[in-house]
């Protein structure tokens, strides 16, 4: 993206959440952003060093405000200084199992599915004698 065609908030709102750690280093390079900018985002009396144009930071800003990104701080440095940003929101799929219509919780539907039958015997209790009994008949069945 060139420097005259800047992000939309609708864009970068979708390249915050379609991923689930962004740093702020990689915004910079997707959006083709001045790596020496630096503006300042606040949020409930915190405010925080961020490495975007003032644009940019206003509408993380307000994602952050709004609960949509939420934003890590450095530990390295004693100003609270933004290294990265997540998204909020918990993808459908991770909270309903049946979302995608497989049942199986994996949204491509390649996933381990659980047999059925396997599912009903490990639910019943085993009786141990029994049990042993099956096995030394069948190890004593005679093949030819």
Same mark, same amino acid.
């Given at each position: 993206m060139s420097a005259n065609k800047r992000p939309s908030t609708s864009s970068l709102r979708r390249y915050l959440t379609s991923r689930p750690y962004l740093s702020v280093a990689d915004v910079r390079r997707r959006f083709g952003l001045d790596p020496d900018a630096m503006s300042v985002v606040s949020r409930n009396g915190t405010a925080?060093?961020?490495?975007? $144009?003032?644009?940019?930071?206003?509408?993380?800003?307000d994602l952050w405000q709004r609960d949509e990104v939420g934003v890590e701080l450095s530990v390295e440095v004693k100003a609270p200084v933004v290294v990265g940003v997540y998204p909020m929101r918990i993808a459908r799929f991770v909270n309903? $199992?049946?979302a995608h219509g497989n049942g199986t919780g994996y949204v491509n539907g390649n996933g381990r599915h659980p047999d059925p039958e396997r599912s009903a015997q490990s639910a019943a209790?085993?009786?141990q004698d029994a049990w042993a009994a099956s096995r030394a008949t069948a190890d004593d069945t005679p093949t030819e």
């Open positions: 925080a060093y961020i490495g975007l $144009p003032e644009r940019e930071a206003t509408k993380l800003q309903d $199992p049946t209790p085993v009786d």
